[in-house]
């Protein structure tokens, strides 16, 4: 069960009820769903957990504050919602499960209803970090997603999917990490190798994607904004 709850700057989309087992599941909206005419869900990484969902701008709540207020920055009237989305089991970074794809394929079913309960008609945009791209890429393609922008992925596993957008910072220690496959370990080749639209990350390192100032940031929101041909490139 599904429980709604009002907050002071944000709409509790989904939390486990009490007699449910615990969970590290979370979706937070930010912005008004019944209103936007675009909708943008953050897909995070490895090691999130609902402690840290709000801790900085590298986690879904911090991130999905500062995609809304660089979106507002430019353009006051748009009428942008924002999901932060932990609605899989992210693995622990050291772990097996962080190589392998099997959070991810069980991410992608949740991810692909939570689109498909979105209102029809409305665009959605997928910006999904590190091992959250790999959630990403199993979801899509959907009718309802207009746009993907992966970054610091360490690759999409067994599915290629040349037409989202791919960005990396300059100081990411993910393009150090093997970008290979072995039976199921690994995961593939760097989007950023074939994808056909790259955006400039600028300098960050991993956890710099939503950081305030950054090339990076003002890049997510426009590709959420749907202003793609504003996007600076790699």
Same mark, same amino acid.
């Given at each position: 069960m599904v429980r709604h709850m009002?907050?002071?700057?944000?709409?509790?989309?989904a939390l486990p009820t009490p007699s449910a087992p615990p969970s590290e599941r979370l979706?937070?909206?930010? +912005?008004?769903?019944?209103?936007? %005419?675009?909708?943008?869900?953050? =897909?995070?990484?490895?090691? #999130?957990?609902?402690? #840290?969902?709000?801790?900085?701008? /590298?986690?879904?709540g911090g991130a999905a504050r500062s995609l809304l207020a660089q979106a507002r920055a430019l353009d006051p009237g748009a009428r942008l919602a924002v999901i932060a989305w932990l609605g899989y089991d992210s693995p622990p970074t050291v772990s097996m499960s962080a190589i392998t794809e099997s959070a991810a394929v069980a991410g992608a079913r949740s991810l692909g209803r939570t689109v498909a309960g979105l209102r029809p008609?409305?665009? =959605?945009?997928?910006?999904?970090?590190?091992?959250?791209? =790999?959630?990403?890429?199993?979801?899509?393609?959907?009718?309802?997603?207009? %746009?993907?922008?992966?970054?610091?992925?360490?690759?999409?596993?067994? =599915?290629?999917?040349? &037409? /989202?957008?791919a960005g990396r910072g300059a100081s990411d220690w993910i393009a150090k990490v093997p970008h290979v496959r072995? +039976?199921?370990?690994? /995961?593939?080749? %760097?989007?950023?190798?074939?994808? #056909?639209?790259?955006?400039?990350? &600028?300098?960050?390192?991993?956890?710099?994607?939503?950081?305030?100032?950054?090339a990076s940031l003002r890049n997510l929101a426009l590709i959420a904004l749907g202003r793609t041909a504003e996007v600076t490139h790699a």
């Open positions: 009002l907050l002071a700057s944000a709409f509790l989309l979706v937070k909206v930010y +912005g008004d769903l019944a209103t936007a %005419d675009r909708v943008a869900i953050i =897909v995070p990484g490895a090691d #999130t957990t609902i402690r #840290t969902f709000e801790s900085a701008t /590298f986690r879904p008609g409305v665009p =959605v945009t997928l910006l999904c970090h590190s091992y959250g791209s =790999v959630v990403c890429a199993h979801a899509a393609p959907s009718p309802r997603v207009a %746009d993907v922008a992966v970054f610091g992925s360490p690759g999409l596993g067994s =599915v290629r999917r040349p &037409g /989202f957008w072995l +039976g199921p370990l690994g /995961f593939g080749a %760097d989007p950023m190798t074939y994808a #056909t639209r790259t955006f400039d990350a &600028g300098p960050g390192g991993h956890s710099d994607y939503f950081r305030p100032g950054t």
